[in-house]
């Protein structure tokens, strides 16, 4: 008798090696899609679009309004004095924790903390110290430096209320900017700084030539989110001083809410939209790393 034939397995049904990993990131895709896609079109439909189709009355009427200029001038002027200093601020606190001092360790979870700190709550705190009656004005009386508190939140002098909220924005979004430099300056080896030392280097040659450049990914990295982030600001300058010291996003909340007109609010909201990647753009381009393979 012949041996009994072997019983054939089941055939295994196995997917293209290829389409494995986009279906692992099909659900991603899709929720990413539906949370940031789908109102963004939403949002430019509602822009360009009126009851009789498409139309350019939204932007008319947003480019007509004061305020909107008013919002532009404040969200630029508050990028270009409070991004320097916070990337001043945070490369000299990175520094100084490179070099390892005593209790290092504890100086930069002290730093670290606004972190944690909401941008409603950081605005609400520093309220509480440039209200009238607040803390800083109590000190100054105390000291006997003024003999009445000074108003710094007042509509009538826009230049202390711009001063109070770039003071809070920089204690709130500094130590953003220092984790991302201190990450960056833990890859750097220390090998380079120790033989431009012996080679004769000051500090600051050695941070210009050395250091800088090593860092470039990491100041990229911090420049693209922080210069969003400043466009985007918005709950500590509503809680310092409202509508007086208006910007951009809070235009956008202005139109939406107490104006009810979402048509306007999408199109402010797209002009942030464009001002943020046009910045991103612009870091990309400048400081991009060169090709090795292409000589430079």
């Known amino acids: 008798?012949?041996?009994?034939?072997?019983?054939?397995?089941?055939?295994?049904?196995?997917?293209?090696?290829?389409?494995?990993?986009?279906?692992?990131?099909?659900?991603?895709?899709?929720?990413?899609?539906?949370?940031?896609g789908w109102p963004m079109i939403s949002g430019v439909l509602q822009a360009f679009l009126g009851p009789d189709g498409f139309t350019l009355a939204s932007w008319r009427r947003m480019f007509a309004e004061p305020r909107f200029w008013e919002a532009v001038r404040n969200t630029a002027l508050l990028i270009v004095v409070v991004i320097p200093v916070q990337f001043a601020l945070a490369l000299g606190m990175a520094l100084a924790l490179r070099a390892r001092p005593r209790f290092g360790g504890f100086y930069f979870y002290i730093w670290a903390i606004p972190l944690a700190v909401s941008d409603l709550a950081a605005g609400l705190v520093w309220l509480a110290i440039f209200t009238d009656l607040g803390y800083l004005n109590s000190a100054l009386v105390g000291l006997g430096v003024v003999q009445q508190g000074v108003q710094w939140l007042s509509y009538l002098s826009p230049t202390t209320m711009f001063l109070a909220?770039?003071?809070?924005?920089?204690?709130?979004?500094?130590?953003?900017?220092?984790?991302?430099?201190?990450?960056?300056?833990?890859?750097?080896?220390?090998?380079?700084?120790?033989?431009?030392?012996?080679?004769?280097?000051?500090?600051?040659?050695?941070?210009?030539?050395?250091?800088?450049?090593?860092?470039?990914?990491?100041?990229?990295?911090?420049?693209?989110?922080?210069?969003?982030?400043?466009?985007?600001?918005?709950?500590?300058?509503?809680?310092?001083?409202?509508?007086?010291?208006?910007?951009?996003?809070?235009?956008?909340?202005?139109?939406?809410?107490?104006?009810?007109?979402?048509?306007?609010?999408?199109?402010?909201?797209?002009?942030?939209?464009?001002?943020?990647?046009?910045?991103?753009?612009?870091?990309?381009?400048?400081?991009?790393?060169?090709?090795?393979r292409r000589g430079g």
């Open 1 to 36: 008798m012949s041996a009994p034939a072997q019983a054939q397995s089941p055939r295994q049904f196995k997917l293209p090696r290829l389409s494995l990993p986009y279906l692992l990131l099909l659900p991603s895709a899709v929720f990413m899609t539906l949370l940031f």
């Open 165 to 292: 909220v770039a003071v809070a924005e920089i204690w709130r979004a500094t130590s953003l900017v220092l984790v991302i430099l201190v990450a960056g300056m833990q890859v750097i080896p220390t090998e380079y700084d120790e033989a431009a030392q012996v080679l004769g280097a000051t500090f600051w040659q050695r941070l210009r030539h050395v250091t800088l450049p090593l860092l470039k990914p990491s100041l990229q990295v911090a420049l693209i989110l922080r210069t969003i982030l400043a466009i985007q600001a918005f709950a500590v300058a509503q809680a310092l001083t409202g509508r007086n010291f208006p910007l951009l996003v809070g235009e956008t909340y202005e139109w939406f809410v107490n104006l009810q007109n979402p048509a306007v609010a999408s199109a402010v909201a797209l002009v942030v939209l464009g001002i943020s990647m046009f910045t991103s753009v612009v870091y990309l381009r400048t400081l991009r790393q060169p090709d090795p």
